[in-house]
């Protein structure tokens, strides 16, 4: 690797007067500017974290940004990259791979239990194909493109099972799709109590909800929607939007109920909701190029149902000292909750 290569801490201040122009291919949140990085900021420290903006300089010339959610948790590093690097337009001979490398092998923390990567969209350097020899492993997510066109359209370019299923969904009555309004102490109240028992755990556990929420409509980043049927909430799902781009999260389903419809009924909702606010692209989040178990193929074949581009990229792991031993642990955790 090029001995040139270094990283450094960066402040807000010191992104906003330098990633800026065309001159860099810029992430969905970097995209979203102070505004994004003030409010992951603020959900860094309601964690008890901290938010790092690193950057990767080739001598004194600034050659890319990654955004990094950390918390400490005893002597392990709970390390999060929010957003696949920002890189220049030009990177001074080096590839995005080589950048990438650099990144995950010279993190400026120690017993590191996460790094997770996710793509970005406008670079199609960061599309790349499995080679062996390329950091982190394959991943794919579905993205609809939205810009110009109405639900209908949407509808009309999804495969045929897709449209038949969601046609269904929409002569289905008694459901009942919204966006939760940060201001409704009892509708965050509900969500939050669902998101807990059917998740099994809190993963925000301590957190102000209702202020996140709100901080997340303020900043223009985080929505909330939920369907329900019988005025009992039957599903949910998160929304992180920064600009003109829009990512889906934290999708939880009724464990006790099985509707076959209601995810597709809910999903076209959020579809319209984004559509109304001039949003071009919705990536439904990322789904397994190589599914072998049969929840990773449910996964898979659900999604690509909403038609869109399969995006391929990166998943970044390093685990170094204590960090498998997080790992481990975490995994088996998981499991033991099924």
């Known amino acids: ?53 690193v950057e990767i300089r080739k001598k004194s010339y600034p050659l890319g940004l990654a955004v990094f959610m950390c918390k400490k948790i005893f002597s392990i590093n709970r390390v999060s990259l929010l957003d696949s690097p920002c890189v220049p337009k030009e990177t001074l001979g080096l590839s995005y791979d080589s950048i990438l490398s650099f990144l995950v092998g010279n993190l400026p923390w120690k017993n590191v239990y996460l790094l997770h990567g996710v793509p970005n969209y406008l670079d199609p350097r960061a599309r790349l194909s499995c080679d062996m020899g390329s950091p982190g492993k394959c991943w794919e997510t ?90 009992e909430l039957i599903a949910s799902s998160t929304i992180f939007c920064s600009e003109s781009l829009a990512k889906e999260a934290a999708i939880i389903k009724k464990s006790s109920r099985h509707d076959p419809y209601a995810g597709y009924r809910l999903k076209i909702y959020m579809l319209e909701w984004l559509i109304q606010r001039k949003i071009a692209l919705f990536d439904l989040a990322g789904v397994n190029p190589f599914p072998e178990m049969e929840k990773d193929k449910n996964i898979r074949g659900f999604k690509m149902k909403f038609g869109g581009e399969l995006i391929r990229y990166r998943i970044l792991n390093t685990f170094t000292g204590l960090g498998r031993v997080a790992k481990f642990v975490a995994d088996w955790r998981k499991k033991v909750r099924g």
């Open 1 to 53: 690797m090029n001995n040139d290569l270094s990283l450094r801490f960066v402040d807000i201040p010191y992104f906003l007067k330098t990633y800026h122009g065309d001159s860099f291919v810029a992430p969905n949140i970097i995209l979203g500017g102070a505004q994004q990085l003030l409010f992951w900021e603020k959900i860094a420290i309601a964690q008890g974290g901290s938010l790092c903006l």
């Open 142 to 231: 579905v993205c609809i493109h939205l810009l110009d066109k109405s639900i209908d359209d949407v509808i009309s370019e999804m495969p045929k099972n897709g449209r038949r299923d969601v046609r269904r969904s929409l002569r289905e009555n008694g459901y009942e799709c919204f966006c939760v309004d940060p201001e409704d102490s009892l509708g965050v109240k509900e969500y939050v109590d669902f998101f807990r028992k059917e998740k099994g755990y809190d993963a925000y556990s301590g957190l102000d909800w209702q202020k996140i929420l709100s901080e997340g409509r303020k900043h223009n980043a985080m929505y909330v929607f939920g369907i329900k049927s019988k005025n």
